[in-house]
């Protein structure tokens, strides 16, 4: 039986706040919106192909530091969406995430 990853990211000091600013200024020049659930966010940017490879940039890179997160990104002619999903425990680091990209709520 597989062991569930631990529920915690890997960035810390100056990593966590480059990647931060990165995502922040990602969302402040192609969020559209973001509609979130219980463990569950989903984030749609503007469907320009800068905007996409960024996005999916994102996703890999937070792919490697929490690897207990779901993050799927899917494109079409209307917009580039960007899913982030979490197991049991982890939805508010799934909210943490999306805030990220949205600023301060």
Request: charged share 20%.
């Given at each position: 039986?597989?062991?569930?990853?631990?529920?915690?990211?890997?960035?810390?000091?100056?990593?966590?706040v480059?990647?931060?600013?990165?995502?922040?200024?990602?969302?402040?020049?192609?969020?559209?919106?973001?509609?979130?659930?219980?463990g569950?966010?989903?984030?749609?940017?503007?469907?320009?192909?800068?905007i996409?490879?960024?996005?999916e940039?994102?996703?890999?890179?937070?792919?490697?530091?929490c690897a207990?997160l779901?993050?799927?990104v899917?494109?079409d002619?209307?917009?580039?969406?960007?899913?982030?999903?979490?197991?049991?425990?982890?939805?508010?680091?799934?909210?943490?995430?999306?805030?990220?990209?949205?600023?301060?709520?």
């Amino acid at each position: 039986m597989t062991q569930p990853l631990p529920i915690t990211c890997s960035l810390t000091g100056a990593d966590f706040v480059s990647r931060a600013a990165q995502l922040r200024t990602l969302g402040s020049e192609g969020l559209v919106s973001v509609s979130e659930g219980p463990g569950r966010s989903v984030l749609r940017f503007r469907p320009a192909a800068d905007i996409r490879e960024r996005v999916e940039a994102a996703a890999a890179a937070e792919s490697e530091c929490c690897a207990f997160l779901d993050i799927r990104v899917e494109h079409d002619a209307e917009a580039t969406t960007l899913t982030i999903t979490a197991p049991n425990g982890g939805a508010e680091v799934v909210g943490e995430l999306a805030a990220l990209f949205s600023g301060p709520r």
